[in-house]
């Protein structure tokens, strides 16, 4: 089956511009998921979503970012205005909905890595 | 609230000798255990999980992991490393009824020649 997909893979944006990510998930997977990952860090939980409803976004930084999921199937993530301290990899990850041991395995995607100068 | 704390964050090793990463988590409820693998410019790849059952886990690459609910424990084994499993390791732990990872902050596995 295809992979959880991402794009742009790598992006240079001046601090205080905008950027967009966008995220293509596994066919079937209601809970699509966005990560950032500071270098040296573990990935942090930004925003869940279920089919196209928002489950948890309590570590999204909402004076600054937003994510959508229209469809319940692509998402983007966006990023207005952007700060030095934005600068990570975000992943982009997705699961079946809950229920039976598989729901529990997420699948992530390749990653953009942003670099806000 | 769940957290995990890898112990280390660099661990050198030669070529095929044996590797430990250790993993400890804080909960106050019963967890979902799991160890992800990211090699380098790609995301992340799960190599094992342990959700109930058999403390012992078995997953890919040759890779094992055993659950230790008194130390609140969940390392990652290899009897035997090889070039290739150089990369980053995330350990990472779910609540039941919830589908939030949190990971640790990883463990950066080098294997020398």
């Known amino acids: 089956e295809a992979g959880v997909a991402q794009s742009p893979r790598y992006k240079i944006i001046e601090k205080r511009q905008s950027v967009a990510f966008w995220c293509n998930p596994i066919s079937g997977h209601a809970t699509l998921y966005w990560y950032q990952q500071i270098l040296g860090q573990g990935p942090k939980l930004l925003i869940q979503f279920q089919n196209n409803g928002v489950v948890d976004d309590s570590q999204l930084p909402k004076d600054r970012f937003s994510a959508e999921r229209l469809k319940g199937v692509d998402s983007t993530l966006k990023i207005q205005p952007a700060k030095l301290e934005d600068s990570a990899v975000y992943l982009c990850?997705?699961?079946?909905?809950?229920?039976?041991?598989?729901?529990?395995?997420?699948?992530f995607g390749p990653g953009t890595r942003l670099t806000v100068t | 609230a769940q957290s995990v704390t890898q112990l280390d964050s660099q661990v050198p090793v030669f070529e095929e000798a044996p590797v430990e990463l250790r993993c400890n988590y804080s909960?106050?409820?019963?967890?979902?255990l799991f160890w992800y693998v990211q090699y380098p410019n790609q995301g992340l790849q799960l190599l094992l999980k342990?959700?109930?059952?058999?403390?012992l886990v078995k997953g890919i690459n040759g890779f094992e992991a055993e659950f230790n609910k008194s130390q609140t424990s969940f390392h990652l084994r290899k009897p035997s490393v090889h070039i290739s499993d150089t990369a980053e390791y995330f350990c990472a732990v779910r609540a039941p009824g919830a589908q939030k990872l949190v990971f640790g902050q990883g463990t950066r596995l080098t294997i020398n020649p």
């Open positions: 342990y959700l109930s059952g058999s403390t």
């Open positions: 990850a997705s699961s079946l909905a809950s229920g039976g041991t598989r729901a529990h395995e997420q699948y």
């Open positions: 909960s106050s409820v019963s967890v979902y």
